[in-house]
């Protein structure tokens, strides 16, 4: 009995992958009457094609949540189930797989890369940290606005796998840190020694026991606080490269499912109302994200060190008299030293600004600049001023591209100075891409568009919405803390993009239902879906900290439970305050019935 248990347990994901579907057949033989908000000029009566659309999402949906097969293969899933089922054909399903928001962050993706290619992205790490200094909260001030940077405009998978490295060997160098604590030296005599010299010895004997433990003792305690720094570091990267994801539209996932979902809804009406660009998702969600770093570089100092010593707050430090360092200090300030110096040899290593470097940082300014100009609100946009073109951000991401496989990486072509017969190199080589693009995250994003576009062409989303009306007896504010309540704790134990995909189409059309702005919940949910601090399983970035820090399960929950409900909370007072004011969501009134 017990070895037919063992196989079953070796082979469950084969088995769950067949009995899920058997246990969800029901939902393929329910029908229902459209509510007249559902009915479509297509749509009339009785029907069960949501119901069967339904069955779909929630098979590939519980796949993503438990990964019975791999997340891109499960992203393949509608392109079987949809049109075997009725519920839309081949080449529409296929259609959500590259659509405008894919090729923005396949660009985006691209230019990212080619930051990680010519190592610029090591340079400001380590410029940055260079800068703010090196002692243990400094250092990791220095580690989270560092990858909280990066983060914004690099995947935060590639961004924490930068940052461990570093913050590793900056641990290592202060484990090689010798305490300086004198010992007694030992000494041989041939002499016998007298009563007077036994009763000495004997007393130097007991001291010098008395100093090795102690020494021992000092020993322990150093490599406790050590272990306890590299947890504080590990944890400063993982919380700060998904915080930073959340301050641009591009910067994860979830982000890029929103703007997805969001682009058919006339937020603006015409200008009536602020709609969502690049630059007003930057405007609003850069302070929140601000926000959540400072708590939860406050929680980590907090947490491992207590209240700080005053010597690491900068502007006290300079103001203060200069004092005589006990020895404990002494030997922290020379540990402090040692981490400077590492720093800085690691940033000579890279010597001086290459033209590979600056062409790439060119590229991508010119990038991040188009797409806040193109349509910044504040100002008619560049895109304007082109007759007759309907411009996107992706068209941007991809001159970017264009631009990384044309530009020479050096100016020896140029020069004449290049040896002869050698083909001159770009800024970016397309083997790299091939190594190093994330192509499952692609899939992921498709295959999430795929359920959405076919949860609304059903009507789904329409019916679903429906059945959460009754939440109009419920303030606008006790259904937006729900929602992100909800969504924090899903998004620990499911991917974040495939959590996105199928709650955010259904907040819209509750959003509807209820008369609340389209943005009011769905941006608070989006954000939340990076908002996953406790389990490695949450995001990339827990997962490479959860395997590089020697890190527990225990650790993770412990630590990031209450920053999961602290950041929470701030942005759901962000939303609620500096959002009123930036989209006026009291004041919004849906302009017709076909809004949606």
């Known amino acids: 009995m017990a070895a037919i248990g063992s196989r079953l347990l070796q082979n469950w994901k084969l088995i769950f992958t067949i009995v899920l579907p058997l246990v969800l057949l029901p939902l393929l033989f329910i029908e229902y009457e459209d509510a007249a908000i559902c009915k479509t000029a297509s749509n009339h009566g009785p029907s069960n094609v949501a119901f069967k659309a339904a069955y779909v999402i929630l098979i590939v949906a519980i796949f993503w949540m438990v990964e019975a097969l791999p997340l891109a293969v499960t992203s393949l899933l509608p392109l079987v189930l949809f049109p075997f089922l009725g519920v839309r054909d081949s080449s529409s399903v296929s259609a959500s797989y590259m659509k405008e928001t894919n090729a923005m962050f396949l660009g985006g993706l691209i230019i990212a890369l080619a930051v990680e290619y010519c190592n610029l992205h090591r340079r400001i790490a380590l410029r940055v940290m260079t800068i703010i200094g090196s002692s243990p909260i400094r250092l990791m001030a220095g580690i989270m606005l560092t990858t909280m940077f990066l983060s914004m405009w690099m995947s935060n998978t590639a961004t924490a796998a930068m940052m461990v490295p570093i913050v590793l060997a900056i641990v290592d160098e202060l484990h090689n840190t010798p305490v300086a604590t004198d010992r007694p030296e030992g000494g041989n005599s041939s002499k016998r020694p007298s009563k007077q010299m036994s009763l000495e010895m004997g007393a130097e004997f007991a001291s010098t026991n008395q100093l090795t433990s102690q020494q021992s003792l000092e020993d322990l305690e150093l490599e406790a606080k050590l272990i306890k720094n590299k947890k504080m570091y590990m944890f400063a990267v993982a ?89 404990e200090e002494q030997i922290e300030r020379v540990r402090e030293e040692k981490v400077a110096k590492l720093l800085m040899s690691e940033y000579r290593k890279l010597g001086p600004m290459t033209f590979h470097e600056m062409g790439v940082g060119f590229v991508f300014f010119t990038t991040v600049m188009l797409w806040l100009f193109r349509d910044p609100r504040f100002m008619p946009g560049w895109d304007e001023q082109i007759e007759g073109a309907e411009i996107g951000d992706a068209t941007a991401a991809m001159l970017g591209v264009m631009l990384l496989f044309i530009i020479p990486k050096d100016l020896s072509f140029i020069l004449g100075t290049a040896k002869p017969g050698k083909t001159p190199e770009a800024l970016l080589d397309w083997k790299f891409i091939q190594k190093n693009l994330p192509w499952g995250v692609v899939l992921l994003l498709g295959g999430g568009f795929a359920l959405s576009d076919s949860s609304d062409a059903s009507r789904l989303s329409c019916w679903i919405g429906q059945q959460l009306a009754n939440l109009d007896s419920l303030p606008n504010p006790v259904i937006l803390i729900i929602v992100m309540v909800l969504t924090a704790l899903v998004t620990e134990v499911c991917s974040n993009v495939a959590t996105a995909n199928v709650i955010l189409p259904i907040l819209l059309t509750l959003s509807r239902s209820l008369g609340i702005h389209p ?8 954000v939340t879906c990076s908002y996953a601090f406790m389990l490695p399983v949450a995001t990339p970035p827990n997962a490479i900290v959860f395997a590089a820090g020697d890190l527990r399960i225990r650790d993770m929950v412990k630590a990031g439970a209450f920053l999961n409900l602290s950041c929470t909370i701030v942005f759901f007072l962000v939303n609620i305050s500096y959002g009123e004011l930036l989209f006026n969501y009291s004041g919004y009134i849906y302009e017709n019935a076909t809004a949606f």
């Open 239 to 327: 919380y700060s490269a998904n915080i930073g994801g959340t301050g641009v539209i591009t910067g994860t996932g979830p982000n890029l499912v929103f703007q997805d979902v969001i682009k058919n809804v006339d937020v603006g009406q015409n200008g009536k109302y602020l709609d969502m660009t690049f630059a007003t998702w930057m405007a609003f969600n850069v302070p929140g994200m601000l926000l959540n770093i400072f708590v939860a570089f406050v929680y980590l100092t907090f947490q491992f060190h207590g209240v700080p010593n005053w010597r690491y707050w900068p502007l006290i430090s300079l103001c203060s008299k200069k004092r005589t360092l006990n020895s």
């Open 519 to 526: 943005l009011y919940l769905t941006v608070p949910a989006t």
